[in-house]
């Protein structure tokens, strides 16, 4: 009987008639216990949702039970891409009986933080970080994780220590793209960002050298006054002035991320400019919506599942205390679209 208003486990059972270690094993599995039928966990489930019933982690804790659960720090404007791989990857943890802990942040060293803290509080198995790296400013909370080294990054962590990330060749797509450009009878390609990182002009420059093109710095434009604390929205005006640059200089290509290229679309139409026959579009992260945009937009695809298949068999190695590569390099799969032919 539920004491105090709390719902204890042995309520969930004789709610379900079953036995108090079947209870147990579906709302809490460990591996190698017992094998319940699908039929009779979904009882159980039921069972526990009606009356609202919650582990007691505390309990499993001083029990010395695994946590089953891993953290993920995201950020709060997190691209499209992170969300996908974020819901890919629960999906897998859902399917092996363990769980996840978010948290969110924003250029805030400290929120940062006391998201760690509480994932190392609640004893995670292994936490994941899509939130690490912002331009032009320094956010460093590399130290605050003491000798907890289950990690896993998705992006080359900006310091030493030996972390395992998993990284996108993002240069090797930009190749892709520039190429297929060039082989289309494309010689001058601009890239437009709403704030480059030292990485993203270098790979664009790269991409431009390695296919015979010349390469001109002027062509590397900065939409707008991005500022960290706040989500970035380019107004009409900026994208006006980024379409006339453009046209003025004859450039037959344009390279940007998808929340930029998608705004551009309409703005180099109302230049006068033909999508692809004056100029060609492409974007990257490769949105659902790219494919229903007029013209369709080619785009890098970050592979996201495949990202969130080896953030799940890193977390796994490390929560059952298995060797882990130190670093996965992905490579992208470009889809090309209208916006380029």
């Not at 710095?217 to 989500?231: A, I, K, N, S, V």
């Not at 670093?327 to 090309?336: H, S, T």
Request: net charge neutral.
């Amino acid at each position: 009987m539920a004491v105090n208003g709390k719902v204890k486990l042995s309520d969930v059972a004789a709610r379900a008639k079953v036995s108090t270690a079947t209870a147990s094993q579906v709302l809490s599995p460990r591996k190698g216990s017992i094998r319940v039928a699908e039929k009779t966990a979904l009882l159980v489930r039921r069972v526990a949702a009606e009356l609202n019933y919650r582990p007691d982690l505390s309990a499993q804790m001083l029990a010395g039970k695994r946590s089953n659960l891993v953290g993920a720090l995201i950020d709060s404007y997190a691209p499209g891409c992170h969300q996908r791989i974020l819901a890919a990857f629960e999906s897998h943890l859902a399917g092996s009986g363990m769980r996840l802990i978010v948290g969110q942040a924003h250029d805030n060293e400290n929120n940062f933080r006391q998201c760690i803290a509480d994932f190392i509080a609640h004893r995670t198995e292994a936490i994941i970080l899509l939130a690490h790296r912002y331009p032009n400013k320094s956010v460093d909370f590399y130290d605050c994780f003491g000798d907890y080294r289950n990690l896993v990054f998705f992006g080359k962590p900006d310091c030493p220590g030996g972390f395992n990330y998993i990284e996108v060749d993002l240069a090797a797509g930009m190749r892709s793209v520039v190429a297929h450009l060039a082989r289309t009878g494309r010689r001058k390609i601009a890239a437009v960002f709403a704030i480059p990182t030292l990485d993203t002009k270098a790979f664009f420059r790269q991409a431009v050298e390695a296919s015979g093109l010349n390469y001109y710095p002027e062509f590397l434009l900065t939409l707008g006054h991005y500022e960290l604390r706040d989500h970035y929205e380019p107004d009409e005006t900026e994208l006006r002035d980024i379409a006339g640059i453009l046209k003025r200089n004859q450039v037959d290509a344009v390279i940007s991320f998808d929340h930029l290229a998608m705004r551009l679309l309409p703005a180099l139409k109302q230049a006068g400019l033909r999508i692809p026959e004056d100029i060609a579009v492409a974007g990257c992260d490769n949105e659902p919506v790219d494919k229903w945009l007029d013209p369709p937009l080619t785009s890098i695809d970050l592979v996201h599942d495949r990202v969130a298949g080896e953030l799940f068999r890193l977390t796994q190695a490390m929560a059952h205390g298995l060797d882990a590569p130190a670093e996965i390099i992905l490579q992208p799969e470009v889809i090309f679209r209208r916006s380029t032919e």
